[in-house]
């Protein structure tokens, strides 16, 4: 986090276009939040995010206020709304990529750090050009003490702005106006995994056409399209649920071969599933051990 800082202190822009030069980010002076040492066990735990850009598996958590957000309006999560996210290291092999377990999923190692994030009135105007929200935002080790005390958190607060609706500058699109600062709700709401796609749902295509996998390796499917689908089998062999955007799919066959797929609802989206033998890079890959049944949906 501070690393972060200081390569972005020196060039913000605000909300208003105004650029920021050679000027520290805001934070607050307190924590607001508090670190909620028993939140395994009282927390719900949302879903997983395998990171590949950090090499970082994300375990996200909300309160029971947070959890209480409607569907239709996660744009307007409550007061008192708490999320977490876990950060742990993958576990790398001999030539440095994260393994993946028998589910498929980055092997994680130790937790090294807690973020927090609390929406509650009138949080945030500390931030100032950067406030998003009435959210503040905190880090903590897992022993409770700081990793990003409240006066350094200007980053965060940045982080969750440039992924949200308010500007910082004229050119940057909306990106997550509908979910109030809040990353990746879509992936809770319609059950997405959280696993590295194998391929996605986009204008009424499987992208790519062709989406290959080794036999007995896990295989996520995610819906990116602003409408609901679905993935079947043309021979019935499987088929999965209804899901829309954020979600995803996943599946695992033993044998080489090949299976046409399409989606229920739309016709004309077809594609092929196509299953390569598997090889010695993908068994020392996947060495924690993986078994298994064809498609099995882990969603």
Not at 62 to 91: C, H, K, M, R
Not at 104 to 127: C, I
Not at 254 to 280: F, K, T, Y
Request: with cysteine; glycine share 12%; net charge neutral.
């Amino acid at each position: 986090m501070k690393k972060l800082i200081a390569s972005i202190g020196g060039l913000l822009v605000s909300a208003s276009g105004v650029m920021l030069v050679g000027q520290a980010l805001p934070g607050t002076s307190a924590d607001r939040i508090g670190f909620p040492k028993d939140y395994q066990s009282t927390f719900k735990q949302l879903y997983a995010i395998d990171n590949t850009q950090n090499q970082q598996v994300r375990v996200i958590w909300a309160n029971d206020i947070a959890v209480s957000v409607d569907p239709t309006q996660p744009w307007n999560f409550p007061y008192g709304s708490i999320l977490l996210f876990e950060d742990y290291p993958t576990v790398p092999d001999v030539n440095g990529n994260p393994i993946r377990g028998k589910d498929g999923r980055f092997v994680k190692g130790s937790l090294r750090t807690v973020f927090a994030m609390k929406k509650d009135k009138g949080f945030g105007a500390e931030y100032g050009p950067i406030r998003n929200g009435e959210w503040e935002y905190v880090s903590y080790f897992p022993d409770g003490s700081f990793a990003t005390a409240p006066a350094n958190s200007g980053g965060c607060a940045l982080c969750h702005l440039q992924g949200a609706s308010a500007p910082l500058s004229n050119n940057l699109p909306a990106l997550n106006a509908k979910n109030d600062y809040v990353f990746r709700a879509e992936n809770y709401f319609s059950g997405g995994s959280g696993a590295v796609p194998d391929g996605v749902m986009l204008n009424y295509l499987f992208v790519p056409r062709d989406i290959h996998v080794k036999a007995g390796v896990p295989l996520t499917i995610y819906n990116t399209d602003q409408i609901v689908h679905n993935v079947v089998a043309d021979d019935g062999s499987f088929a999965s649920p209804l899901f829309g955007t954020g979600g995803s799919y996943t599946m695992k066959f033993d044998q080489p071969g090949e299976i046409a797929i399409h989606c229920a609802l739309h016709s004309r989206m077809r594609g092929r599933i196509i299953v390569d033998p598997p090889d010695a890079a993908a068994d020392a890959a996947f060495r924690y051990g993986h078994g298994g049944t064809s498609a099995v949906k882990t969603r």
